[in-house]
């Protein structure tokens, strides 16, 4: 469960705490996706089984680095929602610019 406060009024500055609940399905294998990015590099269409759909909302992107057995591993991620209702985390492998879905939202 995410908690998160949200401003209520832009003038008395307060604050509501809401509860978020998301369930996310992490995909035992990344699918590689193909995708069309803008010029800042943020995702417009992925094709995923053949389908092509338009990214609607970039809710959160970040960049993990990390290493692993020795070898550094630099993604960029971005938390989208598409045309299809398809609520996810995709990143681009920045050393081979492959693009990925990691979870999937419910």
């Known amino acids: 469960m995410w908690r998160f406060k949200v401003r209520l009024s832009e003038f008395y500055g307060s604050y509501k705490v809401r509860e978020v609940q998301e369930l996310a399905k992490l995909v035992e294998k990344p699918e590689e996706l193909k995708v069309s990015v803008n010029v800042q590099g943020v995702p417009l269409t992925l ?3 053949g389908e092509k759909q338009r990214v609607t909302k970039v809710y959160q992107n970040w960049r993990a680095v990390e290493e692993w057995w020795g070898k550094e591993i630099l993604r960029n991620y971005f938390k989208v929602k598409t045309n299809k209702g ?4 995709i990143y681009r492998d920045m050393p081979t610019g492959g693009w990925y879905l990691s979870q999937i939202y419910d």
């Not at 398809?86 to 985390?89: A, G, P, Y």
């Open 86 to 89: 398809l609520v996810c985390d």
């Open 47 to 49: 094709v995923r089984d």
